[in-house]
């Protein structure tokens, strides 16, 4: 079996309080919770990966909104991966990093679900990384042209049909492995 590593995006404090909040924020962060705790179980590397958005931006380095959220499970030990564009391989370390861990497959989860977690599904299985979307565990905010939770479902069903040189699966947190 593949030794697999759980991504959490960008879950930081401007993007699941708002203004606006994100879709079901509260529940999701609890899901995450305890997506980490299966992980972290199963002996599992946690990577937070935490958005440096444009000076005076709410995701500026160092402000209240940019960093990772209050709510979330932390350990010390936990990598945590800056990034400036939605793949969260772009111009980062992540790829040297699941090297290092020997991580050969990703559990994903996070914010949001429309631009930075279908940038990095993706861009991960189009990398030869087998994904497992956690259907539960990831959020976005209302868009002008469709509500946060229309795009959760919407971007769980595009995954679950998506052709990719490997396998993309989408299951909620209770029936991970």
């Not at 309080?17 to 999701?28: I, K, L, T, W």
């Not at 998506?162 to 993309?168: E, S, V, Y």
Request: with cysteine; charged share 20%; proline share 7%.
């Amino acid at each position: 079996m593949s030794k697999t590593a759980l991504l959490v995006i960008d879950v930081q404090q401007a993007c699941m309080d708002g203004p606006p909040a994100s879709a079901r924020a509260a529940q999701v962060l609890a899901t995450l919770n305890r997506v980490i705790a299966k992980a972290r179980k199963r002996g599992m590397p946690v990577i937070f990966i935490q958005h440096n958005g444009p000076k005076g931006s709410p995701l500026e380095p160092g402000q209240d909104g940019w960093k990772l959220h209050s709510a979330l499970e932390r350990h010390e030990s936990d990598a945590v991966i800056r990034k400036s564009f939605s793949d969260c391989f772009h111009a980062t370390t992540l790829a040297a990093t699941l090297s290092r861990l020997g991580a050969e497959a990703l559990w994903i989860t996070g914010y949001a679900t429309d631009f930075c977690v279908a940038s990095t599904v993706n861009g991960a299985a189009f990398r030869g990384f087998p994904v497992t979307v956690i259907a539960d565990a990831h959020t976005t905010k209302d868009r002008p042209h469709a509500k946060g939770e229309t795009l959760i479902d919407h971007y769980n069903w595009v995954w679950s049909n998506l052709g990719a040189p490997a396998p993309i699966r989408v299951v909620p947190c209770d029936e991970l492995p």
